[in-house]
């Protein structure tokens, strides 16, 4: 079984555990039609819904990887959202709107990887700050009011398809294979994890962390402006109140749902893809399932404690040991003999 | 920071009207909405009609920034004041004092836990009654056919998202052949109005089994008219569309067909606020404790662009 | 004898903290505990107060058997202990810190007339002038070690532990200081003191303990004992015979083949500027003892702490070391002294761990292959006889010494030009730590510079070429061929006007 699919094994079978249950409760879940030229169905639904939370989380990896926290990304998606209705209202067009945005995401990272990795302070407070100011200067954007649009190519960014397949889902599958790719293939994912593990260790082994740290940031920043972008473009409007309200939220558990210490160090990208996903599935379903709302949250919390208490550290093992079993145990037997010589 | 400086730009502008005008200290919440954005403005422009010194204090969601701007106010000994107050407890002893300075206060928009008498009077809509009044426009448009309606309700628990319902369902009561199907929580965003219909139509055999929509504010009935567009149904027509509020957003999508009726919600609390003072001052008149604002129903025939027109620049 | 301790033992994975130890500590005494970092002192500390359980000895106070199982049991059994940091609240008035926890109540509520009187009581007779009203934090260092005596005192009364309590005061306060231990020792406490500060403890002391690797080394009486002995006990003079047959052969360098040349560097509070040339394939020591300004020297020539004064060059002209990213780009290598927190990246692999530095010079663009990593790992698993099951197992679930070879094998990698080696055998075994020795010899015949820093001072004489000594954060003595001996290093380091070439920058 190749590695990838082994560390998102638990949450593959959460996943496929969870769609099960929707089912049950609402048993046209898995099908998908073929109409107008897109595909149509619940999955498709929530690959498309979830897709702010997942670009979040692909930006929210890194972070945490370093053992930081990024707060500030609810926030910066209204920044960047109003900076993209603001600039295709004013006549830049779609590359301006686009470029805008992203500019705005960039920013907003090097402000908070300038205040963790320069100034020292504790990521939490440090994006706390972005967090709390960040809505305000949406609003400063959008003059506090809905910043509605009418540009038909910004707006495909929310709801257009390419041969039937989401914009949103696109952008989110493609912008997560290749920050995956981008930190696999050179040694940017090695160097990210060992600052987050140890990082004076790692600067004096003689890695920049302090240039790492800040560029993780505007990573974040940078998946934020999309997040933006796709939350902008899917109601055709800036909602500087309410767009990615309380969403880092969401991106944080999307990351420890993927299985990723918030101690920072190894982390996996597809896993808390698939976290995403997960949180997508639960709220989707519990709109499917005709609950009344106010049962929403209750559902939704017990079934992220179920799902976390699964993947605990003292239940994971047994999860662990099932994979083994299947991997064989040829180290085993060396290990016993070369340690037992010390 | 940037409220601060509205705030700062709001305080610099006041002191144009006449030496002799009545003055009247108006504490706002805040600008956490277009709405409350549209309230200030007309309540500018009120007071400028009628010759009045508005001076105007914005307290940033913060009780304490309202009392302290009544206390200001009560110092400056002006001749009334309005209050906006942004939750119901704590006020008694404010009120009190502004009793004894023999200042009249009137509520608009929200309620005080406080006793009647500390206050002359409250300007402010019947939740009830607008979900009445969009639930009656649904019961005489649909005549006698089977009406399966969806509803997105405003953020759980809040008290619009429970009046508004419950005079929804006053309304449609009596009719046997109107029926909610589904009802859920679109947080009263344009996000949510459009996440929650896309299940609905999921869930309902993509619309062709809904008659109705009543979303509990106009931003999410305009994210559901996107989701409907996106799948193929045609908002308006296979699907009447009612909410409440009034926002100019709401305004353009019933002149493009795609909306069917809103019931407004005025930001124009001030006006009958003011008419009120005007009595008051005259010649003593009191108010009843309670003005209800008119919860107008808007449709297609009611010129949608020229009210579109109107309210764009109210800073919704 | 007020508390005694036979063959107290405690072992950690890996490692012997304490092996064997006897103490004793009579009653109205001050007994000094003395040894260098990883000697054991804090171990031993911990086991008489409960922090840690020991795993053999006995511990009798008293006459009577004890076994404290936490810090609370100890200091209702008599012993007391005040650390460096004063561990009370400085935002509590004085009053409160001293009877924090039993304050004398009336009618359920805190009786505070009763309370500043207990604590006047308590503080009487320390001879300081405190308004126990006042906030704690408002008083000096000094201060508050005195109150939080005071209040150790009242709750154990038998046996004071006083560790390090003089790192951060000046010489008027600690005669302050001295002047409470001193009547504390006349009204019968017994107190056990550490201190790196040799002088204070010639002062104050009546006996001396000293622990090294885990062993207690000596116990003498402060009468009569030579600064030289308390040293050498400390630094380790009794050679065994086969290391100091294995030994180098001191050959000194020619000053005019030193390649690499360092001027007046230092750092204001570090370490005074000094300079160092270095040959290949040289290796120089640098001894000295705990706080001297070993360490530092290391910290400001690998850039950590960037120097203020001095200019590093070689023959290729100036080099800049503001960090350790441009000392790495020099071709300086740093295995720390403390190799958990600086050296390893514990939930690394072996494999990444030794392609790290390597990895962070070649830049993130230019990825090592999987493959090239994993000959690198299995080369130097294999070169170093890294003990691990295989190149894919975590680095911090190794011994210490499999972690400090890691450590080793990732600046091999780089095949660095100058290697600085910060204390490379502490805590490890005597396997590990021969082998470690074998190596320095081994990669200084290919030509690369290596500076040791050690307490070991055997270890230094069997492989250095020369010796630096460093006292009071200053280079004070240089040695060389002959005079690379134990007793001449040792005499540099405690005697100020030691009559070695005098080479203070």
Redesign the interface.
């Known amino acids: 079984m190749p590695r990838v699919i082994q560390r998102v094994l638990p949450q593959l079978l959460t996943l496929a555990a969870l769609m099960a249950l929707v089912s049950v409760f609402?048993p046209?879940f898995l099908e998908i039609t073929y109409?107008?030229g897109r595909l149509?169905?619940?999955v498709i639904?929530i690959l498309k819904?979830g897709a702010p939370v997942a670009l979040l989380a692909i930006g929210m990896t890194l972070v945490i990887a370093t053992r930081g926290i990024d707060l500030s990304v609810g926030a910066t998606m209204a920044i960047c959202g109003a900076c993209s209705a603001w600039a295709i209202s004013a006549g830049y067009g779609l590359a301006g709107a686009l470029g805008f945005a992203m500019l705005a995401g960039l920013a907003a990272g090097l402000w908070n990887g300038a205040l963790v990795a320069v100034f020292g302070i504790q990521p939490i407070v440090a994006t706390l700050i972005l967090m709390t100011?960040g809505r305000?200067?949406a609003?400063?954007i959008t003059?506090?009011?809905?910043l509605?649009f009418n540009h038909e190519g910004l707006a495909f960014f929310g709801?257009g398809d390419i041969l039937g397949v989401p914009m949103p889902t696109l952008i989110w599958v493609l912008l997560g294979v290749l920050v995956a790719l981008l930190v696999r293939?050179?040694?940017?994912g090695?160097?990210i994890?060992?600052i987050g593990?140890?990082r004076?260790?790692?600067?004096?082994?003689?890695?920049?962390s302090r240039v790492?740290l800040i560029a993780v940031y505007m990573a974040s920043g940078f998946c934020a402006a999309w997040a933006g972008i796709v939350?902008t473009a899917?109601?055709?409007?800036a909602?500087a109140?309410?767009?990615g309200?309380w969403l880092e939220l969401d991106a944080i558990l999307a990351v420890v749902i993927g299985g990723n210490s918030l101690l920072g160090?190894?982390f996996s990208i597809a896993a808390s893809l698939l976290g995403a996903m997960i949180i997508q599935t639960i709220?989707?379903g519990i709109?499917?399932a005709?609950f009344?709302?106010?049962f929403?949250?209750v559902i939704k919390a017990a079934l992220v404690l179920v799902i976390l208490v699964l993947q605990s550290p003292n239940l994971a093992p047994r999860f662990a040991r099932i994979a083994r079993r299947r991997r064989g145990t040829p180290?085993?037997g060396?290990?016993t003999t070369?340690?037992a010589?010390? | 920071m940037i409220k601060t400086l509205l705030a700062t730009a709001a305080a610099v502008s006041f002191g144009a009207a006449a030496a002799s005008a009545q003055t009247v200290g108006f504490s706002q919440i805040g600008s956490e909405s277009g709405w409350r954005a549209a309230e200030t403005t007309l309540t500018r422009q009120q007071a400028e009609e009628r010759g009045i010194d508005l001076k105007f204090s914005d307290a940033q969601q913060r009780q304490e920034n309202q009392i302290s701007a009544m206390r200001s106010f009560i110092a400056q000994g002006v001749d009334a004041i309005l209050l906006a107050p942004v939750v119901a407890t704590g006020w008694d002893s404010v009120l009190e004092e502004a009793q004894e300075a023999e200042i009249p206060v009137v509520l608009l928009d929200r309620q005080v836990d406080s006793s009647e008498d500390l206050y002359l009077t409250a300007v402010g809509s019947d939740l009830v009654h607008e979900g009445e009044v969009a639930g009656q426009w649904l019961v005489d448009n649909v005549g006698d056919e089977e009406c399966r309606v969806v509803e997105l309700q405003g953020t759980t628990g809040s008290s619009p998202a429970i009046k508004r319902k419950q005079g929804f369902e006053n309304a449609i009561e009596g009719s046997d052949n109107i029926e909610i199907v589904r009802s859920q929580t679109g947080d009263f965003t344009r996000t949510g109005g459009k996440e929650v219909m896309e299940s609905f139509l999921q869930a309902e055999d993509g619309g062709g089994n809904i008659c109705a929509l009543f979303a509990h504010n106009d931003d999410m009935a305009i994210g559901a008219i996107q989701a409907m567009k996106e799948a193929g149904v045609n908002p308006g027509e296979d699907v009447k569309v009612v909410s409440i509020d009034g926002v100019p957003d709401i305004f353009r999508a019933m002149a493009d067909g795609d909306a069917n009726a809103t019931v407004e919600l005025t930001p124009n609390m001030a006006g009958p606020a003011f008419d009120a003072l005007n009595a008051y001052w005259e010649d003593g008149t009191t108010p009843p404790k309670f003005i209800q604002t008119e919860s107008r129903l808007y449709t297609q025939e009611d010129d949608p662009e020229a009210e579109y027109e109107a309210r764009k620049d109210l800073g919704y | 004898m007020l508390l005694t301790i036979r063959s107290l033992t405690k072992t950690f994975p890996g490692t012997r903290a304490l092996d064997s130890v006897d103490f004793d500590l009579r009653a109205g005494e001050v007994h000094a505990l003395l040894g260098e970092n990883g000697a054991g002192k804090s171990t031993l500390i911990k086991c008489l107060t409960g922090a840690y359980q020991r795993d053999e000895g006995e511990l009798t106070l008293d006459g009577a058997p004890i076994s404290p199982q936490s810090t609370l049991e100890a200091q209702e059994l008599g012993i007391g202990t005040v650390y460096q940091e004063v561990n009370l609240l400085p935002n509590l008035t004085v009053a409160e810190n001293l009877t924090f926890g039993r304050q004398p109540t009336r009618f359920g509520m805190v009786d505070g007339r009763a309370m500043r009187r207990q604590a006047e009581e308590m503080l009487s007779g320390y001879g300081v002038d405190v308004d126990v009203r006042r906030d704690l934090g408002t008083y000096s260092v000094a201060i508050q070690q005195i109150v939080a005596i005071a209040r150790a005192v009242t709750l154990s009364g038998k046996v004071l532990i006083l560790d390090e309590p003089t790192a951060s005061l000046d010489s008027r306060e600690v005669a302050m200081l001295f002047d409470v231990v001193r009547s504390l020792r006349e009204q019968g406490l017994g107190i056990i003191f550490i201190s790196h500060f040799l002088d204070q403890v010639f002062e104050i002391s009546d006996r001396v303990t000293v622990l090294r690797n885990g062993c207690r080394v000596a116990t003498d009486d402060i009468a009569g004992l030579e600064r030289l002995r308390l040293i050498e006990h400390m630094l380790g003079h009794e050679l065994e015979d086969e290391t100091r047959e294995g030994r180098h052969a001191h050959v000194p360098s020619d000053p005019s083949e030193r390649t690499l040349h360092f001027e007046g560097v230092g750092r204001r509070g570090l370490i005074e500027p000094f300079d160092l040339s270095v040959g290949r394939g040289e290796v120089i020591g640098l001894a000295g003892l705990l706080g001297s300004g070993r360490t530092e020297s290391a910290e400001v020539l690998f850039g950590i702490k960037p120097t203020q004064t001095g200019t590093a060059r070689d023959e290729n002209g100036e080099i800049a070391l503001r960090n350790p990213r441009e000392a790495v780009a020099a071709g300086f290598g740093f295995a720390p002294e403390d190799r958990k927190t600086d050296g390893i990246v514990a939930d690394l692999s072996v494999r990444e761990n030794i392609a790290l530095a390597l990895q962070a010079r070649r830049g993130w663009a230019r990825p090592i292959s999987r493959a090239e990593q994993n000959r690198l790992a299995d080369h130097y698993i294999d070169r170093l006889d890294i003990r691990t099951s295989d190149a894919e197992k975590a680095v911090g679930d190794l011994s210490g010494g499999n972690q400090q070879k890691v450590v080793l094998a990732r600046w091999l990698a780089m095949n660095p030009r100058f290697f600085i080696l910060d204390e490379p055998t502490r805590g490890i075994d005597v396997g590990a730590h021969a082998e470690i020795l074998r190596l320095i010899e081994e990669v200084t015949a290919d030509g690369m510079s290596i500076l040791v820093i050690s307490s070991e001072l055997d270890e230094l004489v069997a492989v250095a070429d020369r010796v630096i000594v460093v006292r009071d954060r200053r280079h004070v003595a240089q040695l060389t061929g002959a005079e690379v001996e134990t007793d001449t290093i040792v005499r540099a380091i405690a005697a100020p006007d030691a009559d070695s070439d005098e080479e203070a920058a």
């Open positions: 609402f046209d109409s107008d149509v169905g619940p639904d819904r100011a305000g200067v609003q400063l003059e506090g009011r809905i509605t709801s293939r050179t040694a940017l090695l160097l994890e060992a593990i140890n004076r260790a790692s600067t004096l082994a003689g890695i920049n790492l939350a899917d109601i055709r409007g909602d109140n309410n767009s309200l160090g190894r709220d989707t709109l499917l005709g009344p709302s106010e929403n949250l180290a085993a060396k290990l070369r340690e010589g010390e």
